[in-house]
């Protein structure tokens, strides 16, 4: 699993690209990101996943912790 994070001034994008062998931990990543932060998604890809979520930047940066965070364990 992959994580990018770009700080683009008032709004920052999330992006996180997995296979489609860990697909459970991808949406595990993206909801845990969505549930901490008020941010918006869109997800494409069957074998290779891709989520970019984008916000304001200090709401990315939290979602980006929190993803980080689940896939972490």
Do not use: W
């Given at each position: ?8 001034g008032a709004v ?23 549930l901490s932060a ?10 290779i996943r891709k ?23």
């Open positions: 699993m992959k994580f990018e994070f770009k700080d683009q920052a994008t999330l992006t996180i690209t997995s296979s489609l062998f860990e697909f459970r931990k991808h949406n595990r990543a993206v909801d845990a990101a969505l008020d941010v918006t998604a869109r997800t494409s890809g069957i074998f989520t970019v979520i984008s916000g304001p930047a200090n709401r990315s940066l939290r979602a980006y912790k929190a993803a980080i965070n689940v896939e972490a364990k």
